[in-house]
């Protein structure tokens, strides 16, 4: 059908090239419904169980403690005075049975130092009695903490012991007849061995 009004058209605005045409209201979009509201199905068994969170407050704890001191025993002290002197366990005759027996026992050896002291030098002597005088020390030592942790009824340990005290007797007695002398007359006088 053709209109019978033929009037023109009069723009009511004018829009410049390039520009978006303006859209016509649009209501706003509606609102996302709310959550439905959750139940709680109970813990899960990948969850810690609801309660308060931290370590547990300290309860407090009474202590009594009993000390009991005992005296004896093989892990008490002794006391200091219980036990005799290390002079008063010299044996003296027995010390001095070896030193006669060593006192025989002395004359080869102190020929050797002898001739050590005339042929080579006092210092070689002195060295030359010293070194064996500190095995036999040793030995002696060695040989009388045996004996006296051996069973009593045996005698090879006391008989070891006895023989290394006389042969340090020996050795002590040959050193003490051949140098110690000679050397305070070398110091005193100045006199040197050809």
């Not at 500190?134 to 069973?151: G, K, S």
Request: aromatic letters at 8%; charged letters at 15%.
């Amino acid at each position: 059908m053709v209109s019978s009004d033929r009037r023109p058209i009069t723009p009511t605005r004018i829009i410049p090239a390039g520009e978006a045409l303006p859209a016509p209201a649009a209501p706003p979009p509606p609102r996302p419904p709310a959550p439905p509201a959750r139940t709680d199905p109970g813990p899960d068994w990948w969850r810690p169980p609801p309660g308060p969170s931290g370590p547990p407050p300290p309860v407090p704890v009474d202590i009594h403690v009993t000390v009991t001191i005992d005296a004896g025993g093989p892990l008490a002290v002794p006391d200091p005075e219980s036990g005799t002197r290390w002079w008063g366990r010299i044996r003296w005759g027995y010390n001095a049975v070896c030193a006669f027996v060593g006192l025989g026992l002395s004359g080869p050896w102190a020929w050797v130092l002898q001739a050590l002291r005339d042929e080579q030098s006092l210092a070689g002597a002195w060295v030359m009695a010293l070194i064996p005088l500190a095995v036999l020390f040793l030995l002696d030592n060695a040989r009388r903490v045996e004996a006296r942790c051996a069973h009593p009824d045996l005698l090879a340990p006391k008989v070891r012991a006895a023989l290394a005290r006389t042969l340090l007797w020996a050795a002590v007695l040959a050193t003490f007849l051949t140098l110690p002398i000679t050397t305070l007359v070398y110091l005193m006088t100045g006199v040197q061995p050809s």
